[in-house]
Structures are given as C-alpha cells and as structure tokens.
C-alpha cells in the first residue's frame, strides 16, 4: 500500500487536504470520492532520497542540466494553442485522470515554447498546493480574468470538465469569428499595398523621364501634369530644400500611423474618441457593432451559464467587451443590478444595441433562463456577422477598382495632354 496526499473541494466548494493509503491513484480517487469529496490533486508521497556525496552532487546537476532546463520564451500564448489545451484537458477530466496528471501528460507533449513554459509553472503551482485557477491566474498572459473565473466557478461546482469544454467552445466561436473578419480585411489590404507600391515606382522612376522629354520639346504644361510633375519631384526627394524623398516618408507613414494608435488607444481619453468614432464609421462601423454585440453577449452567456455570481460576470464581461461605448454600458447595467433594478433598463437607455438584443435579455431575466437567451442572441449575431463581412467584400471590390481606375487614370490623362500638344505644334 502506498500513501498519497490529496487536494479536494468539498460540497460546499471549499479546499480540503490530507493523506490516504490505496494501492494506485485510481483507488485513491475512487476512496476520496467516497467520502464525498471532488479531487483535484492526487499525488504519491515521494520517499526522501539519500543526501549526495560531494563527488556525485556535481554529477547529479550536470544531468539536471543535461535532461533540460526552463524554457525561455517571449510574449503571449497564441489563441490556437490555448483553445487546443482547453479541449484536451477537458476530455482528459472527462475521463476521469487526476488533474495534475493531465496537466503533466499535456505538458510533456508541448512543444517548447510559451505554452511548455507556462504549463509548467501551473504544474508546479497545483502540485505545492495551489487550485488550478489560483495557478493560471499567476500567468495572465496566458490565462485572461474570463478564463480564471470560469475555471473558478468549475472547481467550485464541482464540473470542471464541463465547464473547461464550454471555454473551449466559447474560445473556437471567438476565433472564428475573427478570422472571418480579418479574411475580409486582407484582400483589400493586399491589393492596396501593392497598388501604392506600384505607383511609388510609376512616380520615382517613369514619369521623371517623361518631365525631361516635355523640357526638351519646350511645350506648356497643363496644370494638372505640373501638380503630377511637383508630385514626382516629392517622391524623388529631387524637389528644391527637400531632406528626405517623399517614397520614404510614404514608407513609413503605414508603421508610424499604426504605432501611434496603438499607444493613443492606451490612454481612456483616446481609446474612448476611437472607440467612438469606429462606431459611426460608414460600412464598418455595423460590423463592429454586430461582432462587439455577439463577443460581449457569448461572454457573458459563458459565464452565466458556468455559475460565476451575476455582477462579477457583468464586470468580467465589461472588461473583455473591446470596445469603450459597451463597456461603459456595461458598467451601467452593472449598478443597475447592484441597486436591485433591471437589467435591461441601463441598456435601453444606452441605445448601444438594437431593440430585439434588450427585449430578449428583458425576456431572459423575467424568466431566469438568461444564459440561454444571451446565447441565442450571439449565434443570431454571429450569423448577420457573417451576411455583412460577404456584403462588405462585394462592395469594397468595385470600390478598389475605382479607386486605383482613377489614380492610373488621373496619371495617363497628365502624360497624355501635353503629348497632344506637342503633336499640334508640330503640325
């Protein structure tokens, strides 16, 4: 008989530890879980191994060493490897493994890298005695607020795997829905850059040869093929006092913009103009409320559903929303429920979603069946997300073929007057 120290919550979901003696861990689970406890850790008290001679202490260290070391990484875990362990881990306490043993059995199998590095340290952290979520929550750049709370509410109601398959399921929607965005995004964006990188070179290199054929002719220019001829010059860097070529500045305008509303954005003031302002954007700015509609509504759905206390969720939810206007509304709701009112009231007067959004959530909460509703509402707004991302592809199409028609236009019509009229002279 082996001795084994266990972790477990209780009926009430407190943490309860101890030891007990069974041939294997899967007779420990099953004794623990007879006297009416839900484990979480069981583990094999280690025997103590004998103290090293100062000949082998070096020796045992280089194999240490040897064996591998911590891994070093940088940045955050991507959503992909975070979704993919989510599901694993909850098959593996579906099936009934010890969770330090999973946690073990899927770090053994990560490649290295942030999420080796991190699920390490969970490991770690369970096997000295830490929760799973008290442990994730140690690694925010990994595991969100969202995430730990709903592991929290899991161990404390006892339905852990159930609770770690709806974050998988929540987390695979989320990123379905942002790769279907930023699919609509990348073709224009491509055909953009390539159509400023193709008249950057029209402008440096061809029509500076067509500025020294008209100067050898000595024809009049018209108006319009001066400002193209200035134009050229700037992008040359060939003006009169110019320092740098306007095709670097062209170059670097795309980085500097990005970066600067990046740290604009990190600022309330900023985050909140922009926020705003995306809201109102003609085309955009529906797809952004549909996709913050259906994100802050599947939250909180999730989190509902999975037992976190309703206000914690709402502030969760707030916190997660992405966008200034509805986490602000957010809030609203959240004093709302704390002073006993509604629900749905702070959202209605915000005016941030459409009316049928606050008459299901009204309907919900006279019901009680909250999570459900919230949850019909995403897959509802998830499917008008995907009817205007097709609508917006269609239309930003022909807009880029007339865009880049007039500029290509613009450039053929200013070499070509001043051709017509050196053909008149010399007729």
């Known amino acids: 008989m082996a001795t084994f120290t266990y972790q477990a919550l209780n009926a009430s979901g407190k943490n309860q530890k101890g030891t007990i003696e069974a041939a294997s ?15 979480t850790s069981v583990q094999p008290v280690k025997e103590k191994k004998a103290k090293p001679k100062p000949g082998e202490e070096g020796a045992a260290k280089k194999k240490k060493k040897k064996g591998g070391g911590t891994t070093i990484s940088f940045g955050r875990v991507k959503p992909k490897h975070l979704t993919l362990f989510t599901r694993q881990l909850s098959t593996l306490q579906d099936a009934g493994l010890p969770l330090l043993r999973s946690l073990q059995i899927l770090e053994s199998q990560q490649k290295p890298g942030k999420m080796k590095s991190v699920l390490s340290g969970v490991c770690e952290e369970v096997e000295g005695g830490s929760s799973l979520s008290e442990s994730m929550g140690k690694y925010p750049k990994a595991y969100d607020n969202l995430y730990v709370k709903m592991v929290n509410a899991g161990e404390i109601g006892g339905v852990l795997d159930l609770i770690l398959q709806r974050i998988a399921e929540f987390m695979e929607k ?8 930023k699919g609509a995004l990348v073709y224009p964006v491509v055909v953009m850059f390539i159509a400023v990188v193709i008249l950057t070179f029209i402008m440096v290199f061809i029509i500076p040869k067509f500025k020294d054929i008209f100067a050898d002719f000595e024809v009049e220019l018209p108006g319009l093929t001066l400002w193209l001829m200035d134009t050229s010059s700037w992008m040359a860097g060939t003006k009169a006092g110019q320092s740098v070529p306007g095709a670097v500045i062209v170059a670097l305008a795309g980085p500097v913009l990005w970066i600067s509303y990046k740290l604009i954005r990190k600022t309330p003031p900023g985050r909140a103009v922009f926020d705003t302002l995306l809201l109102w954007t003609p085309i955009f700015g529906n797809l952004i409320r549909k996709t913050v509609v259906a994100r802050f509504t599947r939250t909180l759905g999730t989190l509902i559903g999975a037992g976190v206390p309703i206000l914690e969720a709402v502030t969760i939810t707030a916190e997660t929303s992405g966008n200034y206007v509805y986490e602000k509304a957010l809030k609203k709701v959240h004093d709302s429920i704390r002073e006993g009112e509604s629900f749905a009231g702070p959202l209605r007067e915000s005016k941030t979603c459409d009316a049928i959004v606050v008459n299901m959530i009204d309907v919900g909460e006279e019901t009680g069946d909250m999570d459900a509703m919230l949850m019909k509402i995403a897959d509802n707004y998830d499917e008008e997300v995907d009817v205007a991302v097709e609508s917006l592809v269609s239309l930003l199409e022909p807009l880029m073929v007339v865009v880049l028609g007039g500029m290509v236009g613009t450039i053929v019509v200013a070499m070509f007057l001043p051709m017509i009229k050196m053909i008149e002279s010399l007729q």
């Open 174 to 181: 989320s990123e379905r829905l942002k790769r279907k965005i």
């Open 25 to 39: 861990s899967e007779e420990a689970t099953q004794k623990i879980k007879a006297q009416g406890y839900f484990p």
